[in-house]
């Protein structure tokens, strides 16, 4: 199936407009684009896209932007597109977490957490209903107990397992937390003067204390009341027990013998001291000190509960106990917790030990960076396994650094520090990392996808650059994916590299240029891509291939017969084309004659065209030259090589010209276009318009204009308008 994208962009960063369609008969699609025309902006606007979010012009910000882009007819999901920048050091995958290495180990792992969770549950429940918190409140119990008792949660419980089984209920646990330790509570009761009051009530609470009949300071009636409740739930009365209680001050034996009468005398001598006058006084001046409106629910508690003013002269030990009667009267729900944590520890400790020792998907992920990447100087391994598989947390990547028989591991933690130790090629390549753990994820859950790689390949040397092809071999041949892949890149050899590896095969390549009405992408040939001259081998009849051919074929003499003799003499021939492309002495008086000759001298299998061969080269160079004007913006390397060789001579012969009137004898045989300008300037420095133009021409047309594999990437950059422009102000100018 041939899957089909299109592409209508509008005022999206530098796009003035984009309409194309590509289609898909292989995964891979490449466009080469030199810089500034429209790399850059494309990627953002596809990575606005994958954010939910809407590009925009950042020049003219009012424009209204258009972006539509849809795969088969479909709008494509903002999920659906994953931007692969040149490198973004800010990147981190958050798919890792989901490439789990045993579903087994997790699910065990999960059901004992859940158990442990369940547990947890109820008796965090218990505990804010007896707290004061209620049912359904979210309050996190956690780290009240952790501050408390000074260790982890489970520590915690553990800790005061011992404690629980020796203490006894009391009144305190009905006392409402929520309402003591209210912040604003806290924070009025630490006021030095409510402090005062408090400690007034509780001296002279346990003044009246003392005067009670069977109550002590170190005895007082909650005290009895706990008493009381055990007797009561160990059926001491109604086995026919009886207890007495010691006045202390007349030592009369005051016998009781029921549940009840404990209860009631307990409460009467509760009432006898919260009753007694002074202490209503001590209680008075507390209270009175309570005007805040945001206390008032504190007021209207310690009104009805006096008996509690006291504890509060020491916060901490009140916390302390009270939290230990909340859990007492959550003993059953505690129990089970503690019961299911034991158990729980043994079978996780054999499901950690199991998932150490587990292969996962990131180590598939590493293994294959490990292998893609030979020539980095570290090597990568994953750390924390154990929580990566079944936590869920990404996982940690330590770096391994081996010289000369030493080692060194630098820590997730101290990621920054090695990267300070790398080049930035080799920093790059950690960035790919991340965009492999993407990649791989996206394929196990099959997902449908467009990637859009930003010149990937930037930054890095050949032997690491083809690890970088080789990754994209993988997202553009595997089998049985949804991927597709917009290969940008402004490195013609790049390009070259994918097409021959059939990443992006010569018809799903791409020239972007722009032009009056926006940007155009013109469609490569495989012979534009791998090897123009072996096309040009049956066009020679076209004069643009035949002028073109000329810096080739000096080329080909000199990587064969070199530009001079064993003697140290000059190659003629070589000598001859180098008179074509640069305006010596000689150029005038040569035709397309002498070209016919040195060309079947060293090219014997290519037939020389049917040509007028009495024709002036150089008016064979102009006149061609003159015809490319009109050529449509494209690939076109073969006009735009007549145009840079036409634009070089032309500027030439005028400083030479103008250099001559000066100095007759000035001698150009060696002189190439850069001596000739500094020359120029140097003599005509009041000619502003014309230095403009011809250092227009160094910076545009190269000096050497040498076409074989890896130096013509420049002339295509250029744009045939540019091109077409400087012909044409050159020939206006530089009469």
């Known amino acids: 199936m041939t899957d089909i994208l299109k592409l209508n962009l509008r005022y999206c960063y530098g796009i003035g ?102 547990a947890k549950k109820a008796l965090d429940k218990a505990l804010k209903r007896n707290a004061g918190f209620g049912d359904r409140s979210r309050e996190n119990l956690d780290p009240i107990v952790e501050g408390l008792f000074g260790e982890s949660y489970y520590d915690a419980l553990l800790s005061i397992e011992d404690e629980l089984s020796n203490a006894q209920p009391s009144s305190l646990a009905a006392a409402d937390f929520k309402i003591l330790y209210d912040p604003k509570v806290q924070q009025f009761l630490a006021n030095e003067d409510v402090a005062s009051a408090v400690e007034g009530f509780a001296q002279k609470y346990d003044e009246i204390t003392e005067q009670s009949p069977f109550l002590r300071r170190n005895f007082q009636y909650h005290n009895v009341a706990q008493v009381q409740q055990h007797l009561e739930s160990n059926n001491f009365f109604n086995a026919g027990h009886k207890i007495s209680l010691a006045d202390e001050n007349t030592d009369q034996m005051e016998e009781v013998s029921s549940d009840q009468t404990l209860k009631e005398r307990i409460e009467e001598e509760k009432l006898r001291i919260l009753n007694d006058d002074e202490v209503a006084k001590k209680f008075d001046t507390f209270n009175a000190k309570l005007k805040n409106k945001e206390l008032q629910s504190f007021r209207d508690y310690i009104t009805e509960n006096k008996h509690l003013l006291p504890f509060l002269d020491d916060p901490e030990g009140l916390k302390r106990e009270l939290w230990i009667q909340y859990f007492l009267a959550s003993i059953d729900e505690y129990k089970a917790l503690i019961s299911e944590y034991r158990t729980g520890q043994e079978s996780l400790a054999a499901i950690i030990a199991d998932a150490e020792n587990s292969r996962g998907d990131w180590d598939e992920v590493v293994a294959d960076f490990n292998r893609r990447f030979l020539y980095l100087p570290f090597e990568l391994a994953v750390e924390n396994k154990a929580d990566a598989i079944l936590k869920g947390s990404a996982p940690s990547i330590s770096f391994i650094i081996r010289d000369e028989g030493l080692e060194r591991r630098y820590a997730p933690s101290e990621k920054r520090e090695l990267l300070r130790a790398l080049s930035t090629g080799e920093s790059r390549a950690l960035y790919i990392l991340d965009i492999m753990y993407e990649v791989f994820v996206r394929w196990k859950n099959r997902s449908r996808t467009l990637f859009v790689f930003d010149d990937i390949s930037d930054s890095f040397d050949y032997k690491n650059k083809f690890a970088i092809v080789d990754f994209l071999e993988d997202v553009t041949k595997l089998e049985d994916t949804n991927f597709l892949a917009i290969i940008l890149t402004h490195n013609f050899d790049f390009l070259r590299t994918v097409s021959s590896r059939k990443i992006c095969p010569a018809h799903q390549c791409r020239l972007a240029f722009r032009t009056a009405e926006g940007i155009k992408l013109e469609a490569f040939k495989q012979s534009d891509i791998q090897s123009p001259f072996h096309k040009w081998q049956n066009r020679l009849g076209e004069p643009p291939v035949l002028i073109a051919y000329i810096p080739f074929l000096r080329n080909v003499i000199e990587y064969t017969s070199g530009d001079k003799d064993a003697e140290g003499n000059d190659n003629e021939d070589y000598l001859h084309l180098t008179r074509m492309l640069h305006y010596k002495d000689e150029t005038e008086a040569l035709t397309i004659r002498d070209y016919k000759t040195v060309f079947e001298r060293h090219l014997a299998n290519c037939v020389f065209p049917e040509v007028a061969l009495d024709q002036s080269i150089i008016d064979h160079i102009f006149a061609t030259a003159d015809a490319c004007v009109n050529v449509d913006e494209g690939v076109n390397l073969e006009h735009k090589i007549v145009l840079s060789i036409a634009i070089r001579v032309w500027s030439e012969r005028f400083m030479i010209g103008k250099i001559r009137g000066n100095e007759p004898d000035y001698d150009v045989a060696r002189k190439q276009t850069g001596d000739l300008f500094q020359a120029f300037k140097e003599q005509f420095n009041n000619q502003a318009e014309e230095i403009g133009i011809l250092r227009r021409v160094n910076l545009i047309t190269p000096a050497n204009i040498h076409i074989n594999a890896f130096m013509y990437e420049p002339i295509l950059d250029m744009g045939m308008g540019e091109l077409v422009a400087l012909y044409q102000d050159v020939k206006a100018t530089l009469q």
Do not use: W
Request: proline content about 4%.
């Open 17 to 118: 407009k984009l309409d194309t369609e590509l289609k898909f008969k292989h995964k891979g699609f490449a466009i080469y684009a030199p810089n500034g025309v429209m790399k850059t902006s494309f990627a953002k606007t596809m990575a606005d896209l994958s954010n939910g979010n809407e590009p925009t012009d950042l020049h003219f910000p009012d424009r209204k932007p258009t972006c539509e882009v849809t795969l088969n007819g479909d709008v494509l999901k903002k999920e659906e597109i994953f931007v692969v920048r040149s490198y973004d050091d800010k990147f981190a995958s958050d798919q890792v977490s989901t490439l789990l290495a045993n579903a087994e180990l997790r699910g065990k792992y999960e059901e004992v957490h859940r158990s442990i969770g369940e």
